[in-house]
């Protein structure tokens, strides 16, 4: 009844209109009727003015005025009745793809424009949908700022400060900072100080964001400098400094400095009542909950857990007064951290309780077969605090469980666990920035580990071969993702006969992006001005905002794997399957507390855990610097054989020792390494105690194995299942005479030369051994071989580089991200070059190298160095190699014989670790294709038999 009375309201108001015009009702007029059917939230009616304002603009032809009505109801329904939902579909109707006719003019791009604005804020903040509210911003800035120009202090506000939030709460941290910048710069130049420590608090609070994931303290120092900068700025009003104590609150609090925490949370809770008593503006509530929050943590952290109870409960009450509904992300960490104090109590039930307020505040509600039931998967969202929620749930599940011993809450916590990784995976795929993906694998590489310790303890008391698989899964759904999206990506380049128009256009943009990023490095390495440095970064998040947004304008059938895929995870019977009989897959994932290995063979499968109770990457570094310091003039030889032959052993005792019983002697055995395992030359361990440094008789590890290395079992089997490229050998080597700061090589040519007796091919020496040669033959070849210089950079591994001439008696540098833009078709890439397998270690993704920048660009396998090598050794070994390379080999087995031989040819010195153990093979471990030898030996073999059977001929003639 209401509805129909409603309706004959809106249609009396519709007809006294028209009765009361000489014309026909106006767009404007419908408008009006739309609105007052929004507010009496009568759907139809709604919808039947709106049509017909629509019509009337149409008529016309008047694009702004439509644009700017829609604004206006949709404002209705987002603030006056908290209907974002119906906000957002009323905004739709106004985006370019809903529109009667495109834009023309300015004002009309404009009026669009600021219709996206609206939208990003209202899925920001009334949906809190983020990609979409993203999604919405980038249209804005590319309307708004790229196509007109604009670059004042609104779009500062509603697109450069609102977007580059966002992508803090998102964890997109790299893309934050660019957009924060430039949102300060903005209100710097238009003088505007309090907008400025608007500005100055919100890269403090990107920066202590950056620090939550990736435990940097520089993140927190620049933080700290940030916050402390905005409070030196003059004449700003209590809102912004109480904004900028409340955060500096936190930052003190990570560095345990009790008094400055007090003293900055007492300044802020003073300036922000201030302010609210002023304005009474019940938005301020907000921020004084953070506060309170803030000092709960704090206490929290100090184990006064009466305090921190105190505080959170405060904090709620603040959040509840802005949102009565108990729906707000903040407000779903306040009850997380509630939990957790709880369960610093032994308070399990009421703990948990907290946790379950904590999803539905962040989640909404949800139904669940259980109490402790978590959401369903298409519930969630990519949302920092979703995983913040779930995660902080799994542990006070799994405290539980050591107290009352109840396997169903390590069930429970493991599916935490998988649907945090639903959530993180989302967030990821959303980031424009390597560096950003880069850091969340490591903060997820972090939380694994508790999930395997579950799983493994779960397989451990229930001997359920299906916890064995979960642990086992969860040690690689987070190792390596991104060079075996990219390894996939390379597979579709070289699938196709010549490149695509897509894929012609996708390699534009990656090397429109690699030139913006190697001019952003080279900036900040030489300390440029703080303005070009900004307008360098603004400059790359343009161009990779224009990548993004052609890729996602591609047809469904066209994207391919440029959209990201989640990986396909095979449980352990799939990779047992692709062993040989001699061949065992040994996968290392090293923790905070544990270091666990999982053994599979074509007959077992089995995980150990071994105890990190020593000093792991103490132990690895030594290790390495005391074989790479042998070759070096001014190191003492004895003390480091010393240490070598101390640590090689006691290395074995702690990593290979325990799991030998599951191992043959004499078999492959594919190496898995994590973390810090990365840099171990395993081969140069030693079986035995030995502290003689009579280096030809050391009982090496390699005597036992014959050892191949891969970032990841995933990425192994996508490498085996390739199929063998077709083609001839590839040779470069530059000449190095001793100048531009490059050591002699006296033996690199010979090197490339000696590889043309044992495989058909084309060589390029000195002055024509230039990057445009590589780049245009690579592609074609089976076997790439470069000897060269190279360097690694340990702190940005995208600019470790690899040394061409430049055709003009100089020389030429191919940075490892340069290698991302090749499509290589190679079975074996081998870098006799220093180095090549160094470079800036991320947790889980592995080491960023040039090794990874080959197989990122598509070879299958590789033969890399951990260190500087010896240019005689490397002829030596490089010689051996290919020998049996010819013969038939598997590429780690001919590695091996081959570092045997030089073991028991050389002297007593030249037999030590740091002539042969820096070789690795990586990759996939099959013999080469015979063509080439097949090639050979028709050449060789074909005369013979001429010959041989004239003289048959002759004979049987005589």
């Given at each position: ?52 304002a ?12 439509w ?14 009745l ?27 791009w404009?009026?669009i ?15 809190e ?12 800035k ?28 998102m964890g ?8 924060l ?20 608090n ?24 940030y916050?402390?900068?905005g ?62 929050q ?11 857990i ?10 709620e ?16 960490r ?8 709880l369960?610093e ?11 379950q307020?904590?999803l ?10 259980t ?5 369903a ?21 799994q405290?539980?469980f ?39 694998i ?6 694994t ?20 698989d ?10 390596s ?19 695509t128009d ?5 390699v534009?943009y ?10 952003v ?17 603004l400059?790359l ?15 469904t059938?066209?994207?391919?794997v ?40 074509q007959?077992?499968?089995?995980c150990l ?53 599951q ?7 594919l ?29 090496y ?8 290395y ?5 990425l192994?089997l ?8 077709r ?9 190095f ?22 495989f ?17 033959l ?13 360097k ?70 590789l ?5 500087q090598?010896?240019d005689?050794?490397n ?8 020998r ?7 590429k ?14 050389a ?25 080439s ?18 003289a ?7």
């Open positions: 009844m209401r509805d129909l009375l409603l309706t004959l309201s809106l249609c009396c108001s519709c007809i006294w209109v028209a009765a009361a015009s000489p014309g026909r009702i106006s767009g404007a007029q419908y408008l009006e009727l739309a609105a007052e059917a929004c507010r009496q939230q009568h759907a139809d009616s709604l919808d039947y003015f709106l049509s017909r629509e019509e009337r603009y149409a008529q016309q032809d008047s694009l702004v005025a644009i700017n009505g829609l604004k206006d109801i949709s404002r209705i329904y987002r603030d006056e908290q209907k974002p939902e119906a906000a957002i579909g009323i905004l739709q109707q106004g985006t370019i793809e809903a529109l009667w006719r495109s834009p023309k003019s300015q004002e009309e404009e009026a424009g600021w219709l996206a604005v609206n939208l990003g804020y209202t899925y920001k903040y009334g949906s949908q983020y990609l979409a509210a993203s999604k919405y911003y980038q249209k804005a590319e309307i708004l700022v790229d196509q007109l120009g604009q670059e004042d202090l609104d779009i500062g506000i509603y697109i450069y400060q609102e977007w580059g939030n966002l992508k803090t709460m997109d941290f790299t893309m934050a900072e660019v957009l910048d430039q949102f300060l710069n903005l209100a710097l130049a238009a003088e505007e100080n309090n907008v400025a420590a608007e500005a100055h919100d890269q403090g609070v990107q920066f202590i964001s950056r620090w939550d994931i990736t435990k940097d303290k520089g993140a927190l120092e620049k933080a700290i400098s916050l402390e900068g409070l030196t700025l003059s004449n700003i009003h209590d809102f912004p400094k109480g904004l900028l104590h409340g955060n500096l609150v936190k930052c003190y609090m990570e560095l345990g400095n009790r008094a400055k925490v007090l003293q900055h949370a007492t300044q802020a809770d003073d300036a922000i009542q201030r302010f609210y008593d002023q304005s009474g503006y019940a938005g301020l509530r907000l921020d004084q909950a953070k506060i309170k803030n000092l709960g943590d704090f206490f929290l952290g100090n184990k006064a009466s305090d921190a109870i105190i505080q959170y409960e405060k904090a009450q603040l959040y509840l007064e802005v949102y009565p509904s108990g729906k707000h992300r903040e407000l779903a306040t009850y997380s951290s509630h939990a957790e104090a369960r109590r032994q308070n399990w039930e009421a703990a948990l309780d907290f946790h307020k904590a539905r505040a962040i989640v909404g509600d949800f139904e669940a077969e109490k402790l039931g978590n959401p998967l298409h519930q969630i969202r990519a949302e920092r605090v979703i995983g913040e929620v779930l995660l902080a749930k799994a542990r006070s599940l405290a539980r050591q107290h009352q011993n109840n396997l169903d809450d390590l069930r429970l916590a493991l599916a935490c666990h998988d649907l945090l990784f639903e959530v993180e995976w989302r967030i990821r795929a959303s980031y424009l920035y390597e560096a950003s993906k880069l850091e969340h490591s903060k997820q590489q972090r939380i580990e508790e999930g395997i310790d579950m799983a493994y303890l779960l397989w451990q008391k229930t001997e359920e071969q299906k916890y064995l979960l642990a086992f899964r969860l040690t690689e759904r987070n190792k993702i991104l060079l075996l999206e990219a390894v996939r990506k390379a597979e579709l380049a070289q699938s196709s006969a010549g490149r897509i894929q012609r256009t996708d534009k990656q090397q429109e992006i690699a030139e913006l990023e190697k001019e490095y080279a900036a900040q390495e030489n300390s440029a001005p703080d303005s070009l440095l900004s307008a360098l970064r400059s998040l343009n161009k990779k905002q224009a990548y993004t947004t052609w890729i996602d304008r591609l047809g059938e066209h994207k391919g440029w959209t990201a895929a989640q990986a396909q995870m095979q449980v352990m019977s799939d990779y047992q399957e692709i062993l040989a009989p001699d061949q065992s897959l040994v996968e290392y994932f090293v923790g905070e507390r544990s270091i666990y290995v999982f053994i599979l063979s007959s077992h499968r089995t855990h071994l105890p990190k109770d020593f000093p792991l990457e103490e132990w690895v570094q030594s290790f390495r610097q005391s074989i790479e310091y042998f070759q070096m003039a001014d190191q003492s030889l004895q003390d480091l054989c010393h240490t070598y032959s101390k640590l090689g052993h006691q290395l074995y005792e702690r990593l290979i020792e325990p799991i030998q019983a191992l043959t002697a004499g078999q492959q055995l190496l898995i390494p994590n973390g810090v395992l990365n840099y171990l030359p395993f081969e140069a361990l030693l079986t035995a105690t030995e502290n003689s440094c009579q280096f030809s008789n050391y009982p590890l390699i005597h036992d194995y014959e050892m191949a891969s970032y990841s079992a995933a192994y996508e490498l085996l299942e390739r199929k063998q490229s083609g001839p050998f590839l040779g470069v080597a530059p000449d005479d001793g100048q531009h700061g490059f050591s002699t090589l006296y033996r690199n040519a010979e090197n490339i030369q000696t590889a043309q007796r044992y058909d091919g084309e060589i390029f020496l000195r002055d024509q051994a230039t990057i445009e040669q590589f780049i245009a690579a592609p074609k070849h089976q076997i790439i071989h470069l000897a060269t210089h190279a690694a950079n340990l702190q940005a591994g995208e600019f470790s580089f690899i040394v061409f001439a430049d055709g003009n008696g100089g020389y030429d540098s191919l940075y490892t991200r340069d290698l991302y833009l090749l499509a290589l078709d190679a079975e074996l890439v081998l870098l006799s070059a220093c180095e090549t397998a160094v470079g800036q270690l991320h947790q889980g993704e592995g080491i960023i190298s040039l090794a990874r920048g080959f197989l990122y660009a598509g070879a299958r396998s033969v890399t160095t951990l260190w090598i010896n005689e050794a002829y030596t070994l490089t010689e051996g190699l290919y049996k390379l010819r013969k038939g080999n598997r780690s087995e001919a590695l091996r014989e081959a570092k045997l031989q030089h073991i028991q040819a002297d007593n010195m030249n037999a030590h670790p740091v002539y042969w153990a820096a070789f690795v093979s990586v990759g996939n471990q099959r013999p080469l294709s015979s063509k030898r097949k090639w050979m030996m028709l050449a060789i073999g074909l005369p013979l038999l001429l010959v041989g059977g004239y048959i001929r002759k004979k049987s003639t005589a």
